[in-house]
C-alpha cells in the first residue's frame, strides 16, 4: 500500500509471508536515500520496491525479534549492504531463531549480524528524514516503535506488535500480563498528537487520536 504523504517523502508498505507481517520501506524523496522496517519476509518483493523507485537503503530497522519479522532480513542486508539494527533487549531471540523455527515447524532463516543496537530517543537519519527510535517493551523486552517526521506536526508512527488498529499486542514473556505493554502504550505512544498516521505491524493503518478515543484496551 503506497501512501499519500508530503512529496519529500515516500512511503510503502507490504504484507509479507505467511504471517502477513508489515514490512514498510520509506525514503526521503530527494537524496533516495532510505530505510527498510521488519523485512518479515519474502525479499524479492521488497527489493522489488527499491529497485523500483532507485532507492538506496542505508538502514534496516526492527521493531523486535519475532521470527516473522526478521525472516527476510538476511536477503535484504545482503542485497542493499545496509546495516541492521535491533533493540539488545531482543538479541536473545535474535539469537535463539532456530528454536522459534522448530516450533513452527519451519526451516530456520539465515540471520545477519546485528550492526548496533538501537537506543531509546535516538535519532535514525536518512537523507533528509529521521525516524526517532521509542523503546516500547511489553511485547518483547526489547519492542521498540519508529517515529518518523513529516512536515510541520505531522508524523508517522510504525509501531511492530505494540499498537495496532483497535487493538493491543500480547505481552510475552517474562512479562506476567499487560501492564507493561500498555504502560509503553500510553506513556509513549499515546502522546503523540491524535493525526500521528500508525502503520502497526499486521493489519490495517490507524491514527493515534482514533485509538486514543476508541480502542477497547485502553479504555
Known amino acids: 500500500m503506497k501512501y499519500g504523504y508530503p512529496l519529500f517523502m515516500f512511503v510503502e508498505t507490504i504484507a509479507v509471508g505467511v504471517f502477513r507481517c508489515n514490512c514498510t520501506v520509506i525514503a526521503c524523496e530527494r537524496t533516495r536515500e532510505a530505510i527498510v522496517v521488519d523485512p518479515g519476509d519474502e525479499?524479492?518483493?521488497?527489493?522489488?520496491?527499491?529497485?523500483?523507485?532507485?532507492?538506496?537503503?542505508?538502514?534496516?530497522?526492527?521493531?523486535?525479534?519475532?521470527?516473522?519479522?526478521?525472516?527476510?532480513?538476511?536477503?535484504?542486508?545482503?542485497?542493499?549492504?545496509?546495516?541492521?539494527?535491533?533493540?539488545?533487549?531482543?538479541?536473545?531471540?535474535?539469537?535463539?531463531?532456530?528454536?522459534?523455527?522448530?516450533?513452527?515447524?519451519?526451516?530456520?532463516?539465515?540471520?545477519?549480524?546485528?550492526?548496533?543496537?538501537l537506543v531509546d530517543g535516538e535519532a535514525v537519519d536518512f537523507g533528509d528524514a529521521t525516524a526517532r527510535v521509542i523503546h516500547t517493551p511489553g511485547h518483547t523486552v526489547g519492542s521498540c516503535s519508529f517515529c518518523v517526521a513529516l512536515e510541520g506536526d505531522r508524523r508517522l508512527l510504525l509501531s511492530g506488535d505494540t499498537l495496532f488498529r483497535g487493538k493491543i499486542g500480547f505481552a510475552c514473556r517474562p512479562y506476567p500480563n499487560s501492564k507493561t505493554l500498555i504502560a509503553s502504550i500510553r506513556n509513549k505512544l499515546l502522546v503523540l498528537d491524535d493525526d500521528t498516521d500508525v502503520i502497526p505491524g499486521h493489519g490495517p493503518?490507524?491514527?493515534?487520536?482514533?485509538?486514543?478515543?476508541?480502542?477497547?484496551?485502553?479504555?
Open 43 to 117: 525479499p524479492e518483493k521488497i527489493m522489488r520496491i527499491v529497485r523500483a523507485n532507485d532507492l538506496d537503503v542505508t538502514c534496516i530497522l526492527h521493531t523486535h525479534a519475532h521470527i516473522d519479522h526478521i525472516m527476510g532480513s538476511f536477503d535484504v542486508a545482503e542485497k542493499t549492504a545496509a546495516p541492521v539494527r535491533l533493540h539488545d533487549g531482543d538479541q536473545p531471540l535474535w539469537d535463539n531463531i532456530q528454536r522459534v523455527a522448530e516450533s513452527f515447524d519451519i526451516p530456520t532463516p539465515r540471520l545477519p549480524p546485528i550492526a548496533k543496537a
Open 205 to 219: 493503518a490507524t491514527q493515534i487520536g482514533i485509538e486514543r478515543r476508541h480502542n477497547p484496551f485502553l479504555a
